[in-house]
C-alpha cells in the first residue's frame, strides 16, 4: 500500500516556477515508477510525465517540454515536478500517481493522491 500526498501549489503569475512535491508513505516506494498528471476545469486529466523506479530516466510529455523535470529522491520517499516558465493553460489540479511502470495511462498507476491546485495568472 502507498499513500501519496501532493504538496507545493499555489497561484503565481505567468512565467514563474513552482515546485511540486508527493510524499509517499510505505518502504516500497523505489519499486514503483511515479506518474504526473494535471486536470484543467472541463477537461479530461492529461499525463504530464514521469519517472522510473530508479530515477534514471524521466519523461515530460510535450506540453510541458522544456519547461518541466521531473526527479525523485528514494531515501526521502518524495518525487517532484518542478514548473518552469508557466502559462495559464498550465492551470489544472496536478496529481502524482504510483504504478509498475511509466505510462501515460491513468489505468496503469495503481495508487493516486488527492492533487494540489496550481493556478497561473495572467
Known amino acids: 500500500q502507498v499513500q501519496l500526498v501532493e504538496s507545493g501549489g499555489g497561484l503565481v503569475q505567468a512565467g514563474g516556477s513552482l515546485r511540486l512535491s508527493c510524499a509517499a508513505s510505505?518502504?516500497?516506494?523505489?519499486?514503483?515508477?511515479m506518474g504526473w498528471f494535471r486536470q484543467a476545469p472541463g477537461k479530461e486529466r492529461e499525463f504530464v510525465g514521469g519517472?522510473?523506479?530508479?530515477?534514471?530516466?524521466?519523461y515530460i510529455a510535450d506540453g510541458g517540454k522544456g519547461r518541466f523535470t521531473i526527479s525523485r529522491d528514494n531515501a526521502k520517499n518524495a518525487v517532484y515536478l518542478q514548473m518552469n516558465s508557466l502559462k495559464p493553460e498550465d492551470t489544472a489540479v496536478y496529481y502524482c500517481a504510483a504504478g509498475p511502470v511509466v505510462s501515460a495511462s491513468q489505468s496503469s498507476y495503481d495508487y493516486w493522491g488527492q492533487g494540489t491546485q496550481v493556478t497561473v495568472s495572467s
Open positions: 519517472i522510473n523506479q530508479s530515477g534514471g530516466s524521466a
Open positions: 510505505g518502504r516500497t516506494f523505489s519499486a514503483y515508477a
